[in-house]
């Protein structure tokens, strides 16, 4: 079942923009990761988040995450043709192991 | 290092014919994952193992569906009798020990059942 529900669906914007991705979720968490899937390809893991921070940084890469309203959200700061790709949110329980994803948004960069 | 590894790439059978996937994972890594993604229903895990032991199932479909790990390097998914609804791309991922660690996942398999 996904706890995972990402907004929006779809996102196009031009090379140099920002895009900015949400993920909001239903049940307690120990920590919410973020993958990128291309076309054809597996999931790649971006960046892991724990319950007890609310941002992180990774290269072009910020997310944060509010336990209180149970949400996240992913930024690429100026994004680039390479980041067209899907992106996921995915979390894991406490005392659990398991991810459980989202539907993903489809992100779409523009030359 | 190499990554997970799955086999076939892509596998076009008829149904009710017996497929099997492959997966080798990550050395070291002590948990296994097998997922299934669709268009419907996205990605969803379906079973994972611990040590070669199988800890959660619950995501398997029904009975026509198996998985086994019997050494550490080498797990298998295998569906049989196959049906058309089973069509899908079946990934596998594999994770080290603790906690707080992503999953790495392999390329999949695309399967298609005429």
């Known amino acids: 079942s996904q706890q995972g529900e990402e907004d929006p669906q779809a996102l196009s914007i031009q090379e140099g923009e920002n895009a900015t991705m949400n993920c909001s979720y239903k049940?307690?968490?120990?920590?919410l990761q973020w993958y990128r899937q291309n076309s054809g390809r597996g999931l790649v893991h971006l960046i892991l988040?724990?319950?007890?921070?609310r941002e992180k940084h990774s290269g072009r890469l910020r997310v944060t995450l509010d336990t209180s309203k149970k949400s996240s959200s992913l930024l690429i700061t100026a994004s680039r043709a390479a980041d067209t790709a899907s992106y996921f949110c995915a979390t894991v329980r406490s005392n659990d192991y398991k991810l459980s994803f989202g539907a993903g948004t489809t992100v779409t960069v523009r030359a | 290092d190499a990554g997970v590894i799955q086999s076939p790439r892509h596998e076009v059978t008829e149904m009710g014919q017996e497929v099997t996937l492959r997966c080798k994972p990550i050395?070291?890594?002590?948990?296994l994952f097998w997922y299934r993604q669709t268009m419907m229903r996205g990605l969803e895990l379906l079973i994972y193992?611990?040590?070669?032991?199988?800890?959660?199932d619950s995501g398997m479909p029904e009975d026509r569906f198996s998985a086994k790990m019997p050494n550490a390097s080498f797990s298998t998914l295998k569906i049989q009798p196959s049906e058309p609804r089973d069509s899908a791309v079946y990934f596998c991922a594999s994770r080290p020990d603790g906690s707080n660690q992503p999953q790495h996942f392999g390329d999949g398999t695309r399967l298609s059942i005429l």
């Open positions: 193992f611990n040590n070669n032991v199988p800890i959660d």
């Open positions: 049940t307690s968490i120990n920590n």
């Open positions: 988040i724990r319950s007890n921070e």
């Open positions: 050395s070291g890594h002590d948990y």
